[in-house]
């Protein structure tokens, strides 16, 4: 059954349509983002499928037909829509309806019904691919055209002030913005951007996805430690934000920094920052693709040593793979589990799947799932 199909058969009428929208993968610039600092994410080709309809009685009604959420559909009215409510995963979208109304979009009721391929809380933002289905289903829906960057901006208020999550804005950015066969760079605190040429087919390559299927528990509280350390050293250092701090002056910033741990935090958010621009600089060139591949890994280093953000089924997963001839390779997302990317020969894929299949069969650890991410196009109406 389609999308329309099921739409149709729970709420007894046809879709107006459906509408599409990517989790991601970030290549590179991680913990950055709540440091002013760029990213470079790009999208992946699973999506969050939105069927909707508008509705004039000024009521929200939501499914899901992913497993893992129940499958009844919520009902909420439009006016009870507050932060705080504790909708379970209907808070993402209820949160994106809430926070175009609470823009000043002239947004109504609606019927939605979702259905995914994201892998749901493996760092390839679900959360973000399921807000910006909603938002775009919605701008057309009320005929707003509410432009893309703004799009992200709302859906990310929904994930913050509604969810109450608090992430950065590279998500939403993503999943809105990205284009097939480009990364995209962000500059996370004037949001500008740029679409930067990734074709990783047409140089024979490929980018793996290892998804440990791990999230270690403690996650939460470490982020908010790294948050508040990073704050820490700029304030430390006198300026705005580690974003602030040049490459070239880090020696002399280290220098003035006590706290072993701050110098670690700092170091790892102005040396990735160096590595988003350096990245840039070689996929903009004529230069070959494959010169990225040490720089993720020394991304992977930092992430482990000075950020400690990594675990042991990250690190097993890139070590083996560069052991197994990857040309690259480095947790991505916030860390304690989730994913890690894997740049690779095409050649190669099988020798360095089947490396981190026998490699974590050994370890004891749960079948990690690898797949390849094509840099796909963001969000889209599909029909
Ligand atoms: P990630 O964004 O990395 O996948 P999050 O914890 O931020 O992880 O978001 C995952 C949560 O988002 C799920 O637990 C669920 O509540 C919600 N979610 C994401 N996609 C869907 C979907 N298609 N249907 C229902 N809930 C979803
Ligand atoms: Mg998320």
């Not at 099921?6 to 509408?19: N, Q, S």
């Not at 309809?53 to 499958?71: A, I, K, N, Q």
Request: hydrophobic residues 45%; negative net charge; aromatic residues 6%.
């Amino acid at each position: 059954m389609t999308v329309a199909d099921v739409f149709h058969e729970l709420y007894g009428r046809a879709a107006e349509g459906v509408w599409a929208a990517p989790g991601r993968v970030n290549l590179i610039g991680e913990h950055t983002d709540y440091n002013d600092g760029f990213v470079m994410p790009f999208a992946l080709p699973h999506t969050t499928l939105a069927a909707a309809g508008h509705r004039d009685d000024g009521v929200l009604r939501l499914h899901s037909g992913s497993p893992d959420v129940p499958g009844e559909v919520v009902e909420l009215p439009l006016a009870e829509l507050a932060p705080g409510r504790a909708d379970g995963w209907a808070d993402y979208p209820a949160g994106v309806v809430w926070a175009l109304r609470d823009a000043g979009y002239p947004v109504g009721g609606a019927d939605l019904h979702f259905a995914s391929t994201v892998p749901h809380g493996a760092g390839l933002s679900s959360s973000a691919a399921l807000e910006v289905a909603t938002a775009l289903a919605l701008s057309d829906l009320y005929g707003l055209g509410i432009e893309r960057g703004e799009l992200a901006v709302l859906c990310r208020r929904a994930e913050n002030a509604y969810v109450g999550a608090p992430t950065g804005i590279m998500d939403q950015t993503a999943s809105a913005c990205c284009t097939s066969g480009h990364a995209l760079f962000l500059d996370t605190r004037d949001l500008s951007q740029r679409q930067v040429p990734f074709d990783l087919a047409a140089h024979g390559l490929r980018l793996l996805v290892v998804d440990t299927r791990v999230k270690h528990a403690h996650s939460d509280g470490e982020y908010g430690k790294r948050r508040a350390g990073c704050e820490a050293g700029a304030a430390a250092l006198d300026v705005p934000a580690l974003r602030d701090v040049p490459y070239a002056e880090l020696p002399a910033a280290l220098a003035r920094l006590e706290d072993p741990e701050v110098r670690r935090l700092v170091r790892h958010v102005v040396t990735e920052n160096e590595r988003v621009e350096r990245t840039i600089a070689l996929l903009s060139s004529a230069s070959d693709v494959r010169a990225i591949g040490p720089v993720l890994t020394e991304g992977h280093a930092s992430l482990r040593d000075d950020f400690r953000v990594s675990c042991p089924e990250l690190d097993l997963v890139v070590d083996t793979a560069l052991a197994a001839g990857a040309l690259g390779a480095r947790m991505t997302g916030g860390g304690f589990g989730g994913s890690a990317i894997v740049l690779t020969e095409e050649a190669a894929v099988a020798t360095v799947t089947s490396s981190i299949d026998k490699a974590f069969a050994s370890a004891g650890y749960p079948a990690p799932r690898v797949f390849p991410a094509v840099p796909s196009q963001g969000a889209h109406r599909v029909s």
